[in-house]
T-cell receptor, first 114, second 111 residues
Framework: GAGVSQSPSNKVTEKGKDVELRCDPI?????LYWYRQSLGQGLEFLIYFQGNSAPDKSGLPSDRFSAERTGGSVSTLTIQRTQQEDSAVYLC????????????FGPGTRLTVL | DAKTTQPTSMDCAEGRAANLPCNHSTISGNEYVYWYRQIHSQGPQYIIH???NNETNEMASLIITEDRKSSTLILPHATLRDTAVYYC????????????FGSGTRLLVRP
């Protein structure tokens, strides 16, 4: 079956521009997570959605980062006024529900801020 | 912060068992041990998890010590496709169940 998909796969932008990253979770999965992985770094949690609400936003690094989820499905991560330190691979994962064990990760979006 | 300690890198020969250790000495009673792996340029992949009993699935076995302060992931017959970074994660089953990744172990399977 279809897994988690993310778009675009690569995004190059100029410093100061806004970007939107999209995640399509596995159909029916109510839990959705965003992580990012900077070059040479481990994976860092950003935000968690259960349905359309985000009870855990503790990983968002600044107020330039925001995310939303609509219809309990697609999620968009928005980065405003991008900085070079925002360059990273942004990964989305979905999970059937909060009590399930396995998170299914998408292939990621590689963001490069020039 | 990650609550686990893993060797930076390991290697093993193809066809042999790969035993990846993990220390989690501060684990608490309601925290599970999860293992994920990340093959180059891909998203992480779930392997196995456990609380206190040993677990086995089609991918691997997980051995957790009786005091739960350490565990070992066993890939019984490693193949070249098992070359990846392996993450041992202590996961609190709180409201978000987020994964806190450490630096992991880079496993190289040699032909």
């Amino acid at each position: 079956g279809a897994g988690v998909s993310q778009s675009p796969s690569n995004k190059v932008t100029e410093k100061g521009k806004d970007v939107e990253l999209r995640c399509d979770p596995i159909s029916g999965h109510t839990a959705l997570y965003w992580y990012r992985q900077s070059l040479g770094q481990g994976l860092e949690f950003l935000i968690y959605f259960q349905g359309n609400s985000a009870p855990d936003k503790s990983g968002l690094p600044s107020d330039r980062f925001s995310a939303e989820r609509t219809g309990g499905s697609v999620s968009t991560l928005t980065i405003q006024r991008t900085q070079q330190e925002d360059s990273a691979v942004y990964l989305c994962a979905s999970q059937a529900g909060p009590l399930y064990n396995e998170q299914f990760f998408g292939p990621g979006t590689r963001l490069t801020v020039l | 912060d990650a609550k686990t300690t893993q060797p930076t890198s390991m290697d093993c020969a193809e066809g042999r068992a790969a035993n990846l250790p993990c220390n989690h000495s501060t684990i608490s009673g309601n925290e599970y041990v999860y293992w994920y792996r990340q093959i180059h340029s891909q998203g992480p992949q779930y392997i196995i998890h456990g609380l206190k009993n040993n677990e086995t699935n089609e991918m691997a076995s997980l051995i957790i010590t009786e005091d739960r302060k350490s565990s070992t992931l066993i890939l019984p017959h490693a193949t070249l496709r098992d070359t990846a970074v392996y993450y041992c994660i202590v996961r609190l089953r709180d409201s978000s169940y987020k994964l806190i990744f450490g630096s992991g172990t880079r496993l190289l399977v040699r032909p």
